[in-house]
């Protein structure tokens, strides 16, 4: 009997559960260590079929040991990483959290929000496993000849999706912006409702640190009597990407926080909460800490990849396979082959994978995209097994054969990969654009007070970071949504510049020291319900230039393009992909570049910008855009839940 963990077919350990009561019956999943559930009779979708899930989590502290030592972590329930939720597109949640862990908490559910399709007719793509020909075709595009199967073409006619998952930003969960965080021993309960989604996405805590280690995948499947656009695979499996500190991750920012210094880096990467064979304590005879995911040779796989580490960029690959990309952040992709995926924190990958080769061991390693230059990172590798089923008595001297990455700095790689993510269809972008707007985002520094000696460069700085020279600070006696909801002046001003205030050379080598500190403030940028947004992300060169995932809280947007270099407004919009960008809510401004998104305003409420690399957000690389309500109660945002926390 081998001695690796062991993930079972299917087995996501739910904590939030579908319950799809319809004409022709129910289901029900369930996992025994939840530890409240009952069923709902109350909410019902169009076709009169009941679709709620109700649950009760607890967020404590628990005893978990890795790299040979042992540390008490905040686990939900206990576990780490958190239970998995899988629903289905139309089902509503209500998920009450109970804090019994010493830290303030708030949960992010990323990224719930219906995008609204254009068009009536969708392509869907489809493996067919009678054809193993060495070539993929798709939408008329040839891929490369890797051993690959064909994806065929099919068509399937839809409704075109209302904007109905909106006006629950209540529910939203970054700490001090939709709410004040849940205090030690109080509860909250999330409620929403997913219409218009269906594939991976997360959830996580939005507080501090604490998604360090609080965090799961919420998979949203098609509704019932509806089907993937692509062949149902044989396997599923949720492969989460973290990162481990051998201490309390509260304590290495509180840390940098006080002494103004960058964060210790962490000291593993984990897939699914586990660091793999390279490293420490996972020997040979007992490699406790390696996760395996079994596979049965021949069969299709689809395996859900996500990125909780809290600041590191990951290629991931997979010994001796072709992965086929399907979907990226809960939408739909036109496929593609590769063997690399570089997937920025907050990001999700959806591939499939056929067990075509020889019957072995094969490890999946991710290791860090560290694009910045002379600046610290983990430089380790984690590694989970595939493990071919074979069915056979298992062999403990077999040795899982190496997977492949590109250098850490692989820029080329990351261009490439990103270069080949498209919508499965054209689109009918949302038009014409009512707001043209230009962010700067980079890191800076702040002077320290005469005498005082910082952590930061020289000794008299702290690191921060900005939007448009502005660094981000959370307010602490309301939220923000609280603050715009019952007009609390002094929280916050609406006055956040569609432009940088100064503009210089923003990728030079050679920026002006007086650029470099940005201004501490809590504002935020007016919109309209309704109006089209064409956002520029301009990365920056101050102190340091590296790659910048930014993530959109309430809100899909299109991917248009993405460059190297200063933006030129003459000449870069020409580039843009106005056929079939991806929708996404999280993209990576290259380092030392640009990307350009478009999204509609249509979510009433108060919504985080802001770099999902965690010490940027603590260092101030956020705003917020404040939706303003539109006409009637259907585009207004609901009143506050009798229950919401109070600071």
């Not at 040991?65 to 540390?71: D, P």
């Not at 109905?164 to 909250?188: I, M, S």
């Not at 210089?504 to 947004?533: C, H, M």
Request: glycine share 6%.
């Amino acid at each position: 009997m081998k001695s690796y963990k062991r993930i079972s077919s299917f087995s996501f350990f739910f904590l939030v559960f579908s319950l799809n009561f319809s004409r022709s019956g129910a289901e029900l999943h369930y996992h025994e260590f939840v530890v409240y559930i009952f069923n709902c009779h109350a909410f019902y979708n169009h076709n009169n079929a009941v679709n709620c899930s109700k649950s009760e989590i607890w967020i404590q502290q628990t005893p978990v040991k890795r790299l040979c030592k042992t540390h008490n972590i905040i686990t939900v329930n206990g576990q780490f990483p958190g239970p998995n939720i899988e629903v289905r597109n139309g089902d509503t949640l209500e998920i009450n959290v109970v804090n019994r862990a010493q830290y303030n908490v708030t949960l992010h559910w990323y990224d719930l929000r219906d995008l609204q399709w254009q068009a009536d007719i969708r392509l869907f793509f489809y493996f067919d496993p009678a054809n193993s020909a060495s070539s993929m075709l798709s939408y008329g595009r040839r891929f490369r000849s890797l051993q690959t199967p064909s994806f065929r073409l099919r068509q399937h006619t839809s409704p075109r999706h209302g904007i109905l998952q909106t006006r629950t930003a209540w529910a939203d969960g970054p700490e001090f912006v939709t709410q004040c965080p849940v205090k030690p021993g109080g509860n909250y309960q999330y409620r929403f409702t997913i219409e218009g989604q269906e594939g991976t996405l997360w959830w996580h805590a939005h507080s501090s640190w604490l998604r360090a280690t609080v965090y799961g995948a919420l998979i949203i499947r098609p509704k019932v009597n509806t089907t993937y656009p692509f062949l149902t695979p044989k396997r599923e499996h949720a492969i989460l990407l973290g990162e481990w500190w051998d201490q309390n991750p509260i304590d290495v920012i509180n840390d940098a926080i006080h002494s103004g210094a960058a964060p210790k880096i962490s000291d593993a990467f984990t897939i699914n909460g586990q660091p793999g064979d390279l490293y420490s304590c996972s020997t040979k005879a007992s490699r406790t800490e390696t996760v395996i995911f079994p596979v049965k040779p021949g069969e299709s796989n689809l395996l859900r990849f996500i990125n909780a580490a809290l600041n590191t960029e990951l290629f991931v690959s997979i010994a001796g396979h072709i992965m086929i990309v399907v979907a990226a952040d809960a939408s739909y992709t036109k496929p593609f082959s590769t063997s690399l995926l570089i997937i920025a924190p907050g990001q999700t990958t959806d591939v499939i994978l056929i067990a075509n080769q020889p019957i072995s061991s094969y490890h999946i390693a991710a290791r860090a995209y560290a694009s910045a230059e002379s600046v610290p990172f983990d430089n380790t590798t984690a590694t989970a097994i595939l493990d071919y089923d074979c069915g056979c008595l298992p062999d403990p001297a077999r040795r899982a054969l190496p997977a492949i990455l590109p250098a850490f700095n692989d820029t080329a790689a990351t261009v490439i990969f990103s270069a080949a993510l498209k919508s499965p269809e054209p689109v009918k972008l949302p038009g014409p654009v009512d707001e043209h707007l230009f962010f700067t985002v980079g890191l800076g520094l702040f002077d320290c007070d005469p005498g005082q000696n910082c952590g930061g460069p020289n000794g008299t700085t702290r690191f921060g970071a900005s939007i448009n020279n502005f660094s981000f600070v959370l307010p602490s006696r309301y939220s923000i949504l609280q603050a715009h909801q019952f007009a609390v002046p002094g929280v916050f001003s609406a006055d956040f510049p569609a432009r940088p205030p100064v503009e210089f050379d923003y990728t030079g080598g050679n920026i002006g020291r007086e650029l470099w500190q940005p201004e501490p403030a809590t504002k935020v940028y007016k919109l309209k319900y309704g109006s089209v947004v064409e956002l520029v992300l301009q990365g920056t060169a101050i102190y340091a230039a590296e790659n910048h995932p930014i993530h959109l809280h309430g809100h899909n947007f299109y991917v248009l393009g993405k460059g190297f270099g200063n933006f030129d407004p003459v000449r870069d919009p020409a580039k843009f992909n106005l056929v079939d960008p991806l929708v996404r809510n999280t993209v990576g401004v290259p380092v030392k570049g640009w990307s350009a998104i478009r999204f509609v305003a249509n979510n009433p409420g108060v919504w985080l910008l802001h770099c999902h690399l965690d010490v940027h957000i603590t260092w101030g690389l956020a705003m917020a855009f404040l939706v303003e309500d539109g006409i009637g109660e259907l585009e207004a945002l609901d009143p506050p839940p009798a229950d919401l926390p109070l600071c």
